[in-house]
């Protein structure tokens, strides 16, 4: 018995030297960090433009010592360090910022600006956090380098592009990342958060993130005088009916126990008071979770928009068009049995309070593709928390509120946030390819 303690006593300290060389580790990094991090948040770069961001990225991964690919489905970047046999795990940051022009009064603030998609120049932020991303993990890999002796298998570190407008996992895969490169048995990813206490994190199991469909809707019509409305068939009046019929979908048609969100975010028509329109352009974003709802949801929306249209007396060849665009992302569904094992890890790396509850949500993030190949690898993307702790706890009493991602005023607190980020990812890393 008295042997049994003894071993127990050991292993125990043994594990807690261990998580105060990781913390300690990171702490020396802290000034390389944030460095980095000042940089990336200074010189964003949007969508497939990500040249000098890959660059960098390209750069960090040699220096800690992986082989580096670049320029892979588009500007991405793939770094791989073979160490020996056993399992393949992939870490992924996505790399672009978005049209946003930051008003958060830092003294680093990003001004930089760059043609929009349209070619309209724009400012460039950091908005959703991939500055952070991108800083654990250049972070991370430079921990896993220094601990090969504490690891064997194969790391796979992607730079991803595009992620904003879901074309960067979707070309990386197409260009034949999961042949070219060996195949994970694994694929990790975080994402900040802008409602979490900086240091802390979590995770949910099974569906996290949700289905995302951008459709365009061109109803058609015949203009005419707006004195004269009995000559004319009024698009805007056909518009709004179908505008209103599409909100039946999820309140009558998916079943209430499955998530779906149909939301018209434009529509634009006519040019003046006394002009009936030819047509009304509608844009809507559509959110689910499983297939089946997705698809339930874009036929009825056909189905809708089409019968509407013939109720309203309009012929064959003026009925609606319904275009679904090619910015798919699918749903991103974290593997119970590893968001389990990995949160175990979480709790004995960063203590059971910096361990949170959060929940499904439905935006959209295009690390689900990783995941969703046949046959499926385990996955699963974390929350880390960005707030600084004195705000946090304004916002828990009520006293403040908090900028969401996407918002010209969301500002990480960097130091408790990517020290925080490194030590989770290098801790889950170290487990799923203990030796």
């Known amino acids: 018995m008295t042997r049994c303690f003894a071993l127990f006593v050991l292993l125990g300290l043994a594990w807690n030297s261990a998580q105060a060389q990781l913390a300690s580790a990171v702490e020396s990094d802290w000034a390389f960090l944030e460095s980095l991090y000042l940089h990336l948040h200074q010189n964003p770069e949007l969508s497939f433009e990500e040249v000098a961001t890959a660059r960098r990225m390209g ?20 770094g791989v360090m073979e160490n020996g046999p056993g399992p393949v795990l992939m870490i992924r940051a996505d790399m672009d910022g978005l049209p946003v022009r930051e008003q958060t009064g830092l003294p680093y603030a990003s001004r930089a600006q760059a043609p929009d998609r349209d070619g309209n120049p724009t400012y460039v932020m950091h908005a959703c956090g991939h500055d952070i991303h991108m800083s654990v993990f250049v972070g991370t890999a430079r921990q896993l380098n220094r601990r090969r002796d504490d690891w064997s298998g194969t790391l796979i570190m992607i730079a991803q592009p595009a992620e904003e407008r879901s074309g960067g996992a979707k070309a990386m895969l197409a260009q034949g990342l999961f042949e070219e490169f060996p195949r994970p048995n694994y694929n990790l990813a975080l994402h900040v958060a802008s409602d979490l206490r900086a240091g802390t994190v979590g995770a949910v199991s099974g569906y996290f993130m949700a289905n995302v469909d951008s459709v365009d809707l061109l109803v058609q019509g015949r203009g005419g005088h707006g004195a004269y409305p009995d000559r004319s068939k009024d698009p805007v009046v056909l518009a709004s009916q179908i505008v209103l019929a599409l909100q039946t979908i999820v309140s009558r048609e998916v079943s209430p126990f499955e998530p779906a969100v149909v939301t018209v975010g434009s529509i634009h028509g006519g ?29 009825s929306i056909r189905r809708i928009a089409r019968n509407t249209a013939l109720a309203a007396g309009m012929g064959e060849d003026q009925l609606p068009a319904v275009t679904v665009l090619d910015e798919y992302t699918p749903a991103a569904y974290n593997n119970p049995q590893l968001t389990e094992r990995i949160l175990k890890v979480f709790g004995d790396e960063l203590g059971a309070d910096a361990i949170v509850a959060i929940n499904a949500e439905m935006v959209g993030e295009d690390f689900g593709r990783y995941g969703a190949v046949e046959p499926k690898i385990p996955s699963l993307m974390f929350r880390l928390g960005t707030v600084e702790a004195g705000l946090h706890q304004d916002y828990i009493n009520g006293n403040a509120s908090l900028p969401s991602l996407h918002s010209a005023a969301f500002a990480p607190d960097p130091e408790p946030t990517i020290s925080t980020g490194v030590r989770a990812m290098t801790a889950a890393a170290l487990n799923l390819l203990a030796k």
């Open 59 to 78: 750069d960090e991964l040699e220096a800690a010592g992986f082989e580096v690919t670049r320029n892979y489905g588009g500007h991405g970047v793939v």
């Open 271 to 299: 040019t003046q008071h006394n002009i009936i329109p030819d047509q009304v352009k509608l844009q809507l974003t559509l959110r689910s979770y499983s297939p089946e709802v997705r698809n339930q949801t874009i036929s």
